[in-house]
């Protein structure tokens, strides 16, 4: 019999066998994963931070910062940054440069401020993005997270939910836009196309 914890509501479990599939939670109901064995985990270097006293000695405390994380993981997170943020700022300038106060004006500025905002998300969550994977890391290296569960900034998730909405939004409005003028165009067309010279 093994005992796990329930990733949804943390309590623990008597399982039978852990062999990889899928098992409901008898305490909440939910559904989780247990998945095949992990080949051992990049390297990855933890300094801990033991307290020492004459009459006990306590559990290692963990710090996300003293997490070393391997060359590739940096590599890949610079990358994103470097590609990234240069052409968000580009979009933002297009889009402050085009802005007018014309319907269609508004339209042409606001959706590249947006999309290079977007773009620019990585830039701004820079130090917590590295927090979350340093401590990803560190709890993968201590069993304390499933494989494939990943950390990340509740208020970058609901930021970049929100911009890709009013996106959307700006995007279904220019067409709506577009094709409104279309059709008044057309009906002005059909309207003094169809009448002779007075």
């Given at each position: 019999m093994a005992k796990?914890?329930?990733p949804h509501c943390s309590e623990v479990i008597n399982l039978a066998s852990t062999m990889p599939g899928r098992y409901q939670c008898p305490h909440c109901n939910e559904f989780f994963k247990i998945a095949k064995?992990?080949?051992k985990p990049q390297s990855i270097e933890i300094r801990t931070n033991t307290i020492q006293t004459p009459q006990i000695t306590q559990t290692a405390q963990f710090n996300p910062d003293?997490?070393?994380?391997?060359?590739?993981t940096i590599f890949w997170h610079n990358a994103k940054l470097v590609v990234?943020?240069?052409i968000g700022l580009w979009f933002i300038i297009l889009g402050i440069?085009?802005?007018?106060?014309?319907?269609?004006?508004t339209f042409?500025?606001?959706?590249?401020?947006?999309?290079g905002t977007l773009l620019m998300l990585p830039a701004?969550?820079?130090?917590?993005?590295?927090?979350?994977?340093k401590t990803e890391y560190m709890l993968k290296a201590t069993?304390?997270?499933?494989?494939?569960?990943?950390i990340s900034s509740p208020s970058k998730s609901v930021l970049r939910q929100v911009l890709l909405i009013l996106l959307a939004l700006m995007i279904i409005g220019i067409i709506l836009y577009g094709g409104a003028m279309i059709l008044i165009l057309l009906m002005f067309i059909i309207a003094g196309g169809g009448g002779g010279g007075f």
């Open positions: 796990i914890t329930c064995k992990q080949p003293d997490v070393v994380l391997p060359k590739s990234l943020t240069p440069v085009r802005f007018d106060d014309s319907g269609f004006g042409l500025g606001i959706i590249p401020i947006l999309f701004f969550y820079n130090s917590k993005d590295l927090k979350n994977k069993n304390q997270i499933l494989p494939g569960q990943k």
